[in-house]
């Protein structure tokens, strides 16, 4: 199949006529977390005919495969680097997905009492200017009062959700608030809070590494409470319920409730799951896979083979060809695809 990108102006011009024959190189980087989407794009300026990008000008990516209709819309980006060198002269630039004010970056000194989790991102959203994309069970996350001491609000609201094991991104003009992928039940098509799951053969694959470490290796989380009737730190424990003989990892600060620490001790032993091992794979290019989807390997060996999350996606496209890299990471017990269900939902990588 012949590789094939389109990339469009804020205006919706169509610029690739003039760049097609010069770009060099051009990368896809998808993340899950706060870290926006990035693209870089190389380009050859022999004759120094191409006409530089400025910062803050709006791109539109549209990058796959001719014979396969629709090509996907990769995303839209703002540039906001630009780099020239030689001998050869060459020129490339790169654009984040969102653009981020300075003011979210800014640490400020505040404090505020936000009932949930829900009324502290739709108070940063609304103080910056950003909509909001908010997971319906993040109204249900008790917060109250929050000191916040030279603090930027995107750290702020990124610690607090990391904490309860959420992700944090931008996307646009959109601050979008959500649990970890790992933690949501995939299905064959992404929908607003549910990621695709995609059946990834071994023949596919041209490389895989796959790591384990023992640092991860905590049967246990623990976390306390102060109750105010006793007067004493309480307890709670979580476990996974297969290393149960393993350490058990306290956490450092109390919650304020016993709720909270529950909250706090299942999302740290998630946490510690995914940290457990990683799935490195390279492929023939596929724009379908994105970071917080899930893939299902098949044709290797365990602990190879199964069910993973796409923590980063990267998509090359230069003189070889389109190629996709993928890191991946285990998913929570609940984050896992019925084995009844999978044959029925999961969509081929072919």
Request: glycine share 8%; hydrophobic share 35%; charged share 30%.
């Amino acid at each position: 199949m012949r590789p094939v990108f389109y990339l469009f102006d804020a205006n919706g011009s169509d610029l690739t006529g003039t760049l097609i024959d010069r770009t060099t190189r051009i990368t896809v980087t998808d993340a899950e977390g706060v870290s926006s989407d990035t693209l870089e794009v190389e380009l050859d300026d022999r004759g120094q005919f191409v006409q530089l990008p400025a910062i803050g000008d709006r791109l539109r990516l549209m990058m796959g495969y001719l014979e396969r209709t629709p090509i996907p819309v990769i995303g839209d980006f703002v540039v906001d680097e630009v780099r020239l060198s030689g001998p050869p002269l060459s020129i490339s630039f790169t654009a984040k997905g969102a653009d981020m004010t300075r003011s979210l970056k800014a640490p400020i000194i505040d404090d505020a009492d936000d009932d949930t989790l829900a009324d502290l991102a739709r108070r940063i959203a609304q103080r910056h200017g950003y909509e909001v994309q908010i997971h319906p069970d993040a109204e249900r996350i008790p917060l109250g009062h929050i000191d916040q001491q030279t603090e930027s609000d995107m750290a702020l609201l990124t610690r607090i959700g990391r904490d309860r094991d959420w992700v944090t991104r931008l996307d646009g003009n959109r601050l979008i608030l959500r649990p970890h992928a790992g933690n949501l039940p995939p299905a064959r098509e992404a929908s607003e809070w549910q990621p695709a799951i995609h059946r990834i053969d071994a023949r596919r694959i041209t490389r895989y590494d796959y790591t384990t470490n023992a640092r991860s290796r905590y049967g246990k989380v623990r976390s306390w409470y102060y109750d105010h009737d006793t007067g004493r730190r309480v307890p709670v424990e979580v476990d996974d319920g297969e290393q149960l003989d393993a350490p058990t990892l306290d956490l450092r600060h109390d919650a304020r409730d016993e709720q909270s620490a529950l909250d706090l001790a299942t999302a740290r032993l998630r946490q510690l799951r995914r940290a457990s091992g990683s799935l490195t794979l390279e492929m023939p290019g596929d724009t379908r896979l994105l970071a917080g989807h899930h893939v299902l390997v098949t044709g290797l060996s365990e602990p190879v083979a199964g069910q993973w999350v796409i923590e980063r996606a990267e998509h090359t496209l230069d003189a070889s060809g389109l190629k996709t890299r993928i890191e991946c990471v285990p998913p929570s017990a609940g984050g896992r695809a019925s084995t009844d269900l999978t044959d029925s939902i999961l969509e081929e990588i072919e």
